[in-house]
């Protein structure tokens, strides 16, 4: 049992392993780490920088191309064949440059995703990333909890696992402290040892590490599941099936203009390569990539905004998202419990002080109350102190406790569940400390907290024998009450004492308090067994403690945005239906036709009704994590995208079974956090709002680099296969197609990934899961903008050919005009709702800079003398470049003009 500030040795559970219960201190395990390692399974060698370069060239056109260049030495077009070479090779660094970056964000995400565990170290209980876990570290374990290694459990509260990922047996298994072999080994189905990778199901408990890392028998079958998965997203795999159509499409194009020309007399190598080069401009080999990138980028600008994307298939879906279901504690609220009223004694006593100052004064009518001059006020506290584990404490150094208050003199340090914090803090302010009450009252037994009974007993020994503290919610203890404490004394609760206490607990419901009722009772003897229905029943009750979790300021914005966007906010909690009302209304979260319901109102309904009345149900009180799993089900079946939050065991169904599952980062367990697709570093709801906003700012700018890529290949396909239809010369040389795929299809291309967000994406309501890619005319726009780049070209093409006589000047002002028209449509595809007019144009820098730097490569292709025999180009000059830019620009124009022109009134 953890004491105030120190861990202190309890003969009731430990035996005779007898380790020291202060931990390892830091400079220990941190030699112990050299010796051991990490604790870590073992991965699969990771792909190398180098391999992933290479890796760039192992594809089936780029080897075409390899062979091209290769058949362009042997003929003696040596400037042919370096050109080549190198278009690949710059190529390659770019392909490399995306992927590798990929790969580092993806390795960064899994290192944030990886578990923590609460271990004892220089005597105080700190969270550390369950890697740094070595031998004979204490490690503390409770419901919900991974098990970061191989361990004897030396001290348990009715403590189960699950080692269905060792042995298969879905059944949990019953755990508690034995006698531990001399040596210390880890026997395998023992019940005193626990095994790195299971999950602890039930119960609490501390156990000694005995072995890490590849040590473990989860190491010697190295079978651990990874943090973060890397299959492919849903739009990946519908993109890389679109992809291998438009090879087909693209392939039978460059075979038309191959043939055409060679039927034409051209020279079949000069054809053979114009093909090649075509079909590796025209083919979107790079979209994959982009993707993959965007992506990445977006999970990382969501992890700025305190969102862990686990499963990156969630991006998209964040996108739909139009129902979000949240608990209320820690979620809507800022978590910082302070209890703000007690009702003891058949009388209210209010409580100064907020957040987890440790000062405050308890009063009465305005008049100063002393604890210890009520004997009921009293025993209230120290019952509610002793049935908590949780601890404050005051440590000289501990930089990883996580801070509750800095004073000149000390910094109070807290660990637990905010509800017992409060009810620790409300102690401190009446002197019951949590050391000097544990020393009081030496806990012997404990019935943990569950969900569904929403209560929690200890059995404790003291100077006067044997007692029962219990705390909970007054709903599901009321009828276990049989006497009341009072200055009088100890009386049998009448139906008019009841009815007193019902009302003063909906009087805190109704001002936001949640409401805990704290009762004990006199044990004759300690019992055999902690048996719940004898061990909770017949209790005298001591008093209410009401306290006050207020909203997140942060959240009343995410509410309304919420409405604005669309998508409906749901409150979720197991708090009193008044409590929940008084929060809803704060946040602005309900409206007049809003519904509550509470759990017994769902069990009285069937799913049917449930599902009907759905959507219009906001609020949902004293509810349980089964009923969570009936409310998701409900939004899905009236085809909602449902996003839900949760953080305790009995959670993850619910949570598995939304579409976007949300674990909390800070109160979370592991088996929760293994559910869900999303992790709330800061368990806060606006963070959800964020992420959604995210999830629609990735999907516009996948939809982006999608209409600019096509288009723009497009475009290209259709100038070449048009050339050839109507007997004329390809306007383009094969270098020169590479060429336009390097300048356009790189750089200006990833800027779009990253390109901000139109200001109206929030206003908006959410895309359908399964709308395509190409919904809302992105096809039509697609293939009216190819097309337009292609007549563009073709004509400022003819037009010089005719004018000029020379091929080589038609083909450079054709070879200009293509690349200005995509450089200039790029700016197009920055918004699908607004004009080129509308949009800031210098919001996005890297695409000023993509589009600047593609120019300079254009340039240095027409005008440096030793490259224009390589590209076949000339020298333009003024009056060249305005040709181009009012071909490239003019169509651009009367586009976007286009979006002015609104039809006449009837």
């Known amino acids: 049992m953890l004491s105030r500030n120190k861990v202190e040795e309890r003969d009731t559970y430990i035996y005779n392993l007898k380790p020291d219960l202060r931990g390892l201190s830091s400079a220990e395990a941190a030699k112990r780490i050299k010796i051991y390692g990490a604790n870590e399974i073992e991965e699969k060698k990771k792909k190398s920088a180098i391999f992933i370069f290479l890796n760039q060239f192992n594809d089936f056109m780029i080897w075409v191309l390899m062979g091209a260049a290769v058949i362009s030495a042997l003929m003696g077009e040596g400037a042919d064949a370096l050109t080549i070479t190198a278009i690949i090779i710059l190529n390659g660094i770019m392909g490399f440059i995306q992927e590798y970056r ?135 795999e519908r993109l890389e099936k679109l992809g291998k159509i438009m090879v087909y499409a693209c392939l039978l194009a460059c075979i038309v203009v191959t043939v055409t020309g060679i039927l034409k007399g051209e020279e079949i190598y000069i054809m053979f390569l114009t093909g090649v080069s075509l079909a590796v401009a ?24 305190n969102a862990l994307i686990r499963k990156l298939p969630a991006v998209e879906t964040l996108g739909c998202t139009n129902v979000i279901c949240s608990d209320k504690t820690g979620t809507l609220t800022e978590n910082k419990m302070t209890v703000k009223e007690i009702y003891c004694d058949e009388r209210v006593i209010e409580v100064s002080g907020t957040g987890y100052d440790t000062l405050g004064d308890f ?9 210890e001059a009520s004997e009921v006020l009293s025993l209230l506290m120290e019952a509610a102190v002793s049935c908590s584990n949780s601890s404050i404490s005051s440590p000289k150094k501990s930089s990883k406790l996580i801070p509750l208050k800095r004073t000149a003199k ?38 943990p907290f569950d969900s569904d009974r929403k209560r929690m007993s200890v059995v404790v020994k003291c100077k006067n024998g044997y007692y029962v503290f219990l705390k909970g919610a007054l709903d599901n203890t009321i009828d276990r009450l049989s006497s009341i ?90 708090d009193h239906k008044e409590t929940a009302i008084a929060i809803a209304n704060d946040l602005k979260l309900m409206d007049k036709s809003s519904k509550v319901l509470t759990g017994k109102e769902l069990d009285e309904i069937s799913d049917g009704t449930l599902n009907k009345i759905a959507m219009d149900v906001s609020v949902y009180a004293r509810v349980t994590p089964k009923h969570k799993l009936r409310i998701v089900k409900a939004y899905k079946e009236n085809d909602c995208i449902v996003a839900m939050t949760g953080d305790g065991v009995n959670d993850a169904p619910a949570i598995k079974e939304a579409d976007i599952g949300v674990s909390m980062g800070k109160t979370g367990t592991d088996v929760t956090k293994e559910a869900s697709a ?21 999907y516009d700018n996948i939809r982006k680099f999608i209409r600019y890529l096509l288009s723009c290949n497009l475009g290209e396909v259709l100038t070449m296969f048009l050339a050839s239809l109507i007997g004329y010369s390809t306007p383009l040389l094969p270098i020169q197609i590479l060429w336009v795929n390097l300048v356009t299809d790189g750089l200006p291309a990833i800027a779009l990934g990253v390109d901000p967000p139109d200001n109206d994406i929030m206003l908006r309501h959410p895309r359908g899961k399964d709308e395509s890619i190409f919904s809302h005319g992105l096809a039509d726009k697609i293939i009216i903008r190819g097309v337009l780049i292609c007549l563009c070209t073709i004509t400022v093409f003819l037009v010089n050919l005719k004018l000029s006589g020379s091929l080589e000047k038609a083909r450079t002002m054709a070879f200009a005009t293509l690349v200005m028209s995509q450089l200039i449509h790029v700016f197009e595809c920055r918004s699908e709702r607004h004009t080129i007019f ?19 490569m254009l340039c240095i292709a027409i005008y440096i003398p030793s490259l224009q025999s390589v590209f076949k180009t000339v020298s333009l000059d003024l009056g060249d470049w305005i040709e181009i830019l009012f071909f490239s620009g003019a169509i651009s124009l009367v586009i976007n003009l286009t979006y002015y022109i609104k039809p006449a009134k009837k």
């Open 363 to 371: 009063t009465m009518n305005g008049r100063r109350l002393h604890v």
């Open 282 to 305: 025209a083919i979107p080999e790079g979209l994959p990539a982009i993707v993959t990138v965007s992506l990445t980028m977006g999970v990382q600008r969501m992890l700025k905004r």
């Open 678 to 698: 999303m992790v709330l570093l800061d368990d806060n709801f606006a963070t959800i709002v964020a992420a959604v906003e995210e999830g629609r700012i990735i």
């Open 838 to 856: 509308e949009i800031n144009f210098f919001k996005n820098i890297y695409l000023i800079f993509a589009v600047i730097t593609s120019i300079c």
């Open 485 to 574: 404490h009072t200055s009088s004394g100890i009386k049998r609760i009448s139906p008019l004492i009841k009815k007193s206490i019902l009302s003063s607990n909906d009087k805190m419901a109704q001002k936001a308090l949640r409401v805990l009722c704290v009762a004990y009772k006199k044990l004759e003897q300690l019992p055999s067994k902690m048996d719940v229905e004898m061990i909770e029943k017949d209790l005298v009750f001591l008093g209410l403690a009401g306290m006050i979790d207020p909203p997140r300021e942060e959240v009343k914005e995410a509410v309304n945005i919420c409405k604005i966007a669309g998508i409906k906010p749901v409150m979720i909690t197991g």
């Open 102 to 236: 990929t790969e580092k964000s993806m390795e960064a995400l899994k290192e944030l995703a990886a578990p923590t565990v609460k271990a004892i170290r220089d005597g105080y209980v700190v969270v550390i990333p369950a890697r740094e876990i070595v031998p004979d570290d204490i490690i503390v374990l409770e419901s919900g909890d991974r098990v970061p290694a191989d361990s004897i459990l030396i001290e348990a509260m009715s403590l189960q696992a699950d080692e269905s990922l060792l042995t298969g047996e879905s059944v949990p298994v019953d755990k508690r402290p034995i006698q531990p072999s001399v040596k210390r080994s880890v026997a395998a189905g023992a019940v005193n040892t626990l095994y790195m990778g299971t999950i602890i199901t039930g119960g609490r408990g501390k156990a000694q590490v005995v072995s890490t890392g590849m040590a473990t028998e989860m190491g010697k079958i190295a079978d651990m599941l990874q943090s973060v998965e890397e299959k492919q997203t849903p739009l990946q």
């Open 410 to 447: 000390e910094e109070v340090s807290v660990i637990g569940d905010p509800t017992e914090v409060a009810l620790l803090i409300l102690g401190h302010k009446a002197g019951k400390l949590k050391n000097d009450i544990d020393i009081k009252y030496q806990r012997v037994g404990e019935i």
